[in-house]
């Protein structure tokens, strides 16, 4: 399995908690971390924002990434939700026979 970590920014916990729990209950993700009290600093329709934002990192198969941004833009309550991913070079073998364990086993994406 290629396991990569995906990068979401939320507007509150509340959400990233909401966004976590689904995609843990889709076993779209093993395992979702929440990182509270991140400022960000970027531009939107031509206006310089800084705003206070939530990580959340799921840790996942990379071929189920298609599929998590779909699922993530439905619920999400950004326009533009930020979701990347990052590749996993290495880890601790039983944690990840752990996290593949809570993943969905039919990884086609029929989002492509």
Not at 49 to 78: C, D, G, P, Q
């Amino acid at each position: 399995m290629n396991l990569i970590f995906v990068y979401i920014t939320c507007k509150n916990k509340e959400e990233a908690i909401l966004i976590g729990k689904s995609l843990v209950t889709s076993k779209l993700a093993g395992c979702v971390n929440i990182l509270e009290q991140m400022t960000s600093i970027y531009e939107w329709k031509g206006q310089l924002e800084v705003s206070e934002e939530v990580i959340l990192i799921a840790k996942t198969n990379e071929s189920l990434f298609n599929e998590i941004i779909f699922h993530v833009k439905k619920i999400h309550s950004y326009t533009t939700p930020c979701i990347l991913s990052i590749p996993i070079q290495n880890g601790n073998e039983e944690y990840i026979k752990w996290l593949e364990s809570g993943l969905k086993k039919n990884t086609t994406d029929e989002h492509r």
